[in-house]
T-cell receptor
Framework: AQSVTQPDIHITVSEGASLELRCNYS??????LFWYVQSPGQGLQLLLK??????LVQGIKGFEAEFKRSQSSFNLRKPSVHWSDAAEYFC??????????FGTGTRLQVFP | DTGVSQNPRHKITKRGQNVTFRCDPI?????LYWYRQTLGQGPEFLTY????????KSRLLSDRFSAERPKGSFSTLEIQRTEQGDSAMYLC???????????FGPGTRLTVT
């Protein structure tokens, strides 16, 4: 069965520190890959996407993600975290861009 | 450029009542999606439309749920005879066309008492 795993439920970092959020998927083929961010009580905002081509993709707010086919991973990174990055982050995959399967999310807390 | 809008933002209802939510997609987006998100979980796909045609429904969408997009613009999601297990955030998203990313609205939070 297709699945998405975000192994870290909660991550705490200091402001200015680097960040990596993990995402692993189980699919029969290379899926479409997305990262979304959700602030409390809000909808989801698209950070970045991977459809094909260059495996390192740049997104908004200084985020980037790298697709590694051999590891079935699509980890999200940011070199220097800001307090405003505190939110919940969701990895999503799909065999097409329609029916997305989401991970359970990683809650990011940022300390000053 | 206005984003996806959803109304109401919050709905409290008693068990057994019917509720209806509305979603207005981004202008000119011909695909529209509904998801449900429960506390501590990621969104789960419910259904989606290409213009007015409903193309796929999840097994999560029981007979008490119905979604429409009558003119290919806004969409409604109705839940009949609500149950406490229906309490969740209902998210709507839209995309420009096949093969493009989804943009989400703020959601409607449903509480069934």
């Amino acid at each position: 069965a297709q699945s998405v795993t975000q192994p870290d439920i909660h991550i705490t970092v200091s402001e200015g520190a680097s960040l990596e959020l993990r995402c692993n998927y189980s699919y029969g083929a290379t899926p479409y890959l997305f990262w979304y961010v959700q602030s409390p009580g809000q909808g989801l905002q698209l950070l970045l996407k991977y459809f094909s081509g260059d495996t390192l993709v740049q997104g908004i707010k200084g985020f980037e993600a790298e697709f590694k086919r051999s590891q079935s991973s699509f980890n999200l990174r940011k070199p220097s975290v800001h307090w405003s990055d505190a939110a919940e982050y969701f990895c999503a995959v799909g065999l097409n861009t329609d029916k997305l399967i989401f991970g359970t999310g990683t809650r990011l807390q940022v300390f000053p | 450029d206005t984003g996806v809008s959803q109304n109401p933002r919050h709905k409290i209802t008693k068990r057994g009542q019917n509720v209806t939510f509305r979603c207005d997609p981004i202008s000119e987006h011909n695909r529209l999606y509904w998801y449900r998100q429960t506390l501590g979980q990621g969104p789960e796909f419910l259904t989606y439309f290409q213009n007015e045609a409903q193309l796929e429904k999840s097994r999560l969408l029981s007979d008490r749920f119905s979604a429409e997009r009558p003119k290919g613009s806004f969409s409604t999601l109705e839940i009949q005879r609500t149950e406490q297990g229906d309490s969740a955030m209902y998210l709507c998203a839209s995309s420009l066309s096949v093969g493009t990313e989804q943009y989400f609205g703020p959601g409607t939070r449903l509480t069934v008492t």
